[in-house]
């Protein structure tokens, strides 16, 4: 298959390159566009022919289910049955936005959409190449991350290109995602809205709006299954162990790092660090007394926004330099930290250091 490359502005889209990339999908192919969060690869949300082109394409297990997109808060009816007041209020004060709602599915859905489930779950991206496509489609559009399953969700249109080309019909490059992690999904099925995912719309944020919101037990005990059949496959990994490095002593944490570093570079591994500016100006000549083959700088650990935007494009550096071992600093999880340090680790199969 040839994949088609598009470069377009994000504030002023070429309308004809959107309209072609709608049409394809119209006819039932698959499409790569950017959003707020990370890149999705999108197909008609109610074709089946085309919703199992997107589970080939990213070698998607079946029963993980699929986020479909609208362009306007007056279509989710098209796709749910059912919107609680709770649920009406999050859309009121979130969309467009990187929040995902499930909600009690609309019996035209098909069940590649849901994995089976009696829910379904929708959002409105808060781009705008991502809204006029939408539209110009006039279908919702289903649109997991468009990368290949288990890998770095994509933030570039490179990273699709690098994943999935000759796989889809066509990518339209809208430059770097704001955001950089997926949207938070909530439950609002239950009188108590649940969070299955951490996103940039944090608990805080959501509490403000719709009172007591909860997380799902899956998310932190192991022991506990996961109410979203997604989360339990190895998600946004690079190709490296990864294991993160967690302690309330900064002091601790570089002592711990120095330690790992020389270890693993001493039985010859390519090693890299991820972690933020703060620790990283801890440790002296990193290249010179540890010869680490890759440093990956997050930030000050006082910008979340900044360090949930680097995280997969750092994560897929180390697979650009074939990183053997790496080792990334554990962050607070406070706020936007929840999301970053759900991603992280996930990334790392949950294999976390204290130090």
């Not at 999904?185 to 919101?213: C, H, K, N, W, Y």
């Not at 990283?280 to 290249?287: F, Q, Y």
């Not at 790496?326 to 962050?331: A, K, N, S, Y």
Request: with cysteine; proline share 6%.
């Amino acid at each position: 298959m040839i994949t088609k490359y598009q470069r377009v502005n994000a504030l002023y889209p070429n309308i004809m390159v959107l309209k072609c990339a709608a049409e394809i999908i119209q006819e039932g192919g698959v499409v790569a566009f950017p959003t707020e969060t990370v890149y999705g690869l999108g197909a008609d949300g109610f074709n089946e022919d085309a919703l199992e082109k997107i589970f080939i394409a990213k070698g998607r297990p079946m029963d993980n289910p699929l986020i479909l997109h609208i362009a306007s808060s007056r279509e989710i009816v098209d796709v749910a049955s059912y919107i609680s007041a709770r649920a009406k209020k999050a859309i009121t004060a979130f969309w467009p936005g990187p929040l995902t709602l499930v909600l009690p599915k609309n019996p035209q859905v098909p069940d590649q959409v849901s994995a089976g489930l009696s829910t379904v779950a929708v959002r409105m991206p808060a781009h705008p190449i991502a809204l006029k496509l939408i539209k110009l489609a006039r279908v919702p559009v289903a649109a997991p991350s468009a990368n290949l399953s288990g890998r770095p969700s994509p933030t570039t249109g490179f990273h699709v290109l690098k994943d999935l080309k000759g796989k889809i019909d066509m990518i339209v490059d809208g430059g770097p995602c704001r955001w950089g992690i997926e949207s938070t999904v909530v439950d609002f099925t239950d009188e108590i809205p649940t969070i299955l995912r951490p996103g940039a719309v944090t608990r805080e944020m959501l509490e403000s709006v719709v009172g007591q919101v909860i997380y799902d037990p899956g998310l932190k005990n192991k022991q506990v299954v996961p109410k979203s059949p997604g989360v339990k496959y190895l998600h946004y990994a690079p190709r490296g162990d990864m294991y993160l490095i967690q302690g309330d002593n900064s002091q601790l944490i570089v002592a711990k790092l120095k330690e790992l570093i020389q270890s693993y570079k001493g039985n010859g591994k390519r090693v890299a660090l991820i972690a933020t500016n703060e620790i990283i100006g801890m440790i002296d000549d990193l290249k010179l007394d540890f010869n680490l083959d890759y440093i990956g700088n997050l930030g000050s650990k006082y910008e979340q926004e900044l360090i949930a935007s680097r995280v997969y494009h750092l994560l897929r550096n180390c697979d650009r330099f074939n990183i053997d071992i790496i080792l990334t600093e554990g962050l607070s999880e406070e706020g936007l930290g929840a999301a970053i340090m759900n991603r992280l680790l996930k990334a790392s199969g949950n294999k976390v250091i204290k130090a």
